[in-house]
């Protein structure tokens, strides 16, 4: 497989989709990015498409992705497991994204926080270079809500634990984990911690 026809995007009952394992695929095919009811995608293992390309993708995800009738893309799993990309572009647009797998992609930073209005179940993020986490206006990275299953941040290279969460949420968290970091400390310091209510930390 070297390239997606741009008439796929005719496909407007195609919801879930897996490209894996592709060599000759040189570029992230842009008609991904226009399919209009995609709400699955697992892309990994495209071991020729550049880290750039990669993250350009997810760039034309998010803005090609978003023009459904309320403006926002119908994306609720992006799975893209060690597949080369520099750092996490602006996801906002994808405001129904529930579980987001970017696990060893050798990512060095996420641009933009998702917002307190933004709700996770599941945020693999571990084996990367991330060493700090965005915070929107409000403080918040994402969304704290008892929806949250899991957020992995392990192997990765906080020397801090983010200073995302809140000890008095009225919600319980999943499994927040930073296992595998060089954390010595608290971001902000201890008098700046505001906590957290997790059942596995």
């Given at each position: ?18 490209i ?126 008892s ?7 392990s ?47």
């Amino acid at each position: 497989l070297e390239e997606l026809p741009a008439s796929m995007s005719g496909c407007e009952s195609l919801t879930d989709m897996q490209i894996v394992s592709c060599p000759n695929l040189t570029e992230f095919p842009e008609v991904i990015a226009r399919l209009p009811k995609l709400s699955g995608l697992h892309f990994a293992g495209n071991a020729n498409i550049s880290a750039e390309g990669m993250r350009q993708g997810l760039q034309l995800l998010n803005s090609e992705g978003g023009k459904t009738e309320k403006g926002y893309s119908p994306l609720q799993i992006l799975q893209i497991p060690g597949q080369k990309c520099d750092y996490l572009p602006d996801m906002t647009n994808m405001t129904h994204l529930g579980m987001l797998d970017i696990h060893g992609c050798g990512m060095k930073y996420i641009e933009k926080a998702f917002g307190k209005e933004h709700y996770f179940a599941k945020f693999w993020g571990q084996n990367n270079e991330f060493s700090y986490l965005p915070k929107d206006e409000n403080g918040y990275f994402m969304a704290l809500h008892s929806d949250l299953e899991e957020f992995n941040m392990s192997y990765n290279k906080f020397t801090e634990l983010p200073n995302i969460f809140l000890g008095n949420s009225l919600f319980m968290l999943g499994t927040i984990d930073f296992s595998f970091n060089e954390i010595s400390a608290l971001e902000g310091g201890e008098s700046e911690w505001k906590g957290i209510n997790t059942e596995i930390l």
